[in-house]
């Protein structure tokens, strides 16, 4: 049985509401047994005591699947390599003891780095959703810039060009907003 909650607010659209389709096929998500992915990416300006989102998007399984089948094997291998060198699994799952899970424990640290988001100038957020509700297995989960940025030095040069694809396809904004994207 998986541990499910409503989809908190930090994954509804930046503008309110739910994401509620698919940015690849533009299937509907919010059906009961629909699994779709969440993602969105935040910059932070403790100073100011604001965020604000850089982009946001869900995908469902079908189109996650198929964008991660583009990706190159070299890159698949090192990513999971790194993730399981680095990522504490056991604490993950202690996280739904005693058989619940408190959102803000999820999210509050870096799965990789263990350091606190509060303290990351940019992080990504991750969910996995079915319907309207939020799923708690590995995910959901933050990941900081620093992180990010680990990751992104482990893609091989065919897995950049999708992604970038990818990005230029579904995300615009200035300049500035463009070339942070293609970094992440």
Same mark, same amino acid.
């Given at each position: ?8 607010? @930090? ?6 509401? #739910?994401? =509620? %389709?698919?940015? $690849?096929? !533009? ?25 604000? @989102? ?6 469902? #399984?079908? =189109? %996650?699947?198929? $964008?991660? !089948? ?115």
């Amino acid at each position: 049985m998986r541990y499910t909650s409503p989809i908190p607010k @930090v994954f509804h659209k930046s503008d309110g509401g #739910l994401l =509620c %389709a698919c940015i $690849m096929c !533009n299937k509907s998500l919010l059906q009961p047994a629909m699994d779709y992915l969440i993602e969105k990416t935040v910059r932070s300006f403790p100073e100011y005591k604001k965020t604000e @989102v850089i982009f946001e998007y869900a995908m469902c #399984l079908v =189109c %996650a699947e198929a $964008m991660r !089948n583009e990706l190159s094997a070299e890159s698949k291998q090192r990513i999971e390599n790194y993730f399981r060198e680095n990522v504490d699994f056991a604490k993950r799952q202690s996280l739904l003891q005693p058989r619940r899970a408190i959102f803000s424990h999820w999210i509050k640290e870096c799965l990789v780095t263990g350091e606190s988001i509060k303290n990351s100038k940019e992080y990504s957020l991750y969910g996995h959703a079915c319907g309207k509700k939020l799923i708690y297995d590995l995910f959901p989960y933050a990941i900081s810039g620093k992180a990010m940025e680990e990751v992104n030095e482990l893609l091989s040069e065919k897995t950049r060009e999708v992604l970038d694809d990818f990005i230029g396809k579904h995300f615009s904004g200035p300049p500035e907003v463009a070339e942070l994207l293609k970094r992440r």
